[in-house]
């Protein structure tokens, strides 16, 4: 898959991560299911521009579904043929690592910029 039909959130981890561990997460978001509770229409994560992986469980989450039209609930699921990817994580560690460290940045400058601006000093 080229880099233009990846969405931001598939683009950032694309730049952050190693060639492996990124066809990893895709593989994963690919084999990860949303399907809509009121008709069973199902498309990956990977289809709607989001990314799940090492994940478990099937959470529930809300939003519209384009075969039914209704807005409703809609379960996470694994698909059938889920891969099996024995990746090493150390790649994945160091991306969510500088993605901490840099919202924590953002966030402690705008604290600052805001401390500043009331005049606290
Ligand atoms: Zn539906």
């Not at 084999?31 to 469980?57: E, M, P, T």
Request: aromatic share 8%; with cysteine; proline share 3%.
């Amino acid at each position: 898959m080229s880099t233009h039909e990846l969405s931001r959130t598939q683009g950032l981890f694309a730049r952050l991560v190693d060639a492996p561990t990124f066809a990893a997460m895709e593989a994963h978001s690919r084999a990860w299911l949303v399907r809509c509770l009121n008709c069973s229409h199902a498309r990956s994560i990977w289809a709607l521009g989001g990314i799940r992986y090492k994940a478990a469980g099937n959470a529930l989450t809300r939003m519209k579904c384009p075969s039914c039209g209704k807005t409703g609930a809609h379960r996470l699921e694994k698909a059938e043929n889920f891969p099996v990817t024995n990746v090493p994580t150390g790649s994945l560690w160091r991306a969510i690592i500088l993605v901490t460290l840099v919202t924590m940045l953002v966030l402690g400058g705008l604290v600052l910029l805001i401390l500043w601006a009331a005049g606290v000093f």
